[in-house]
C-alpha cells in the first residue's frame, strides 16, 4: 500500500511540475534569431490568426513593410510603417493596430530591444 501511496505522490508531483516547466520562454539574444521567430510567428497568424481575420478584408490587398520592435516579455513596443502597396488607410491602421497587440513566445534579455524589418503580402 505505501509503495502505491508513494507512487502516486511521485506522478501527481511530476504532473503539477510540468506546466510550470513547460511555461518558460525561450530566450533570444541575436538579432537573426529575433528576425527569424518574428518571421515564422507572422506567417503563422496570417495563416490562421489574428491577421487572418484582417486577410479576409477585400481592401486589405498589396504589401506592407514595417519595422517591429520587441521588448523584454516578448511584447511588441513599436510598429513603424516603411512602405505599403495597401490603398486603404483604415485597413493599414486596423493591420498595424493588430500588430500592436500581439505578443511573441519568446524574451529578450532585461532592456533590451530589438527592431526586425518585416513585409506582409496580402493577394
Do not use: H, W
Not at 490562421?48 to 514595417?66: I, N, S
Not at 500588430?99 to 506582409?120: A, I, N
Request: glycine share 8%; proline share 5%; net charge positive.
Amino acid at each position: 500500500m505505501r509503495s502505491v501511496t508513494g507512487a502516486l505522490v511521485a506522478a501527481l508531483a511530476l504532473v503539477l511540475a510540468a506546466p510550470a516547466m513547460g511555461q518558460r520562454r525561450a530566450e533570444l539574444n541575436t538579432q537573426a534569431s529575433v528576425d527569424e521567430r518574428v518571421g515564422s510567428t507572422l506567417t503563422l497568424e496570417k495563416a490562421r490568426g489574428k491577421l487572418a481575420q484582417l486577410a479576409a478584408e477585400p481592401d486589405l490587398r498589396g504589401d506592407y513593410t514595417f519595422d517591429l520592435t520587441v521588448g523584454d516579455k516578448g511584447q511588441v513596443l513599436t510598429v513603424f510603417p516603411v512602405g505599403s502597396t495597401i490603398e486603404s488607410i483604415p485597413s493599414r491602421n486596423r493591420l498595424k493596430s493588430c500588430l500592436m497587440g500581439l505578443r511573441f513566445d519568446f524574451k529578450v534579455p532585461k532592456g533590451k530591444r530589438f527592431t526586425t524589418r518585416q513585409t506582409l503580402v496580402f493577394p
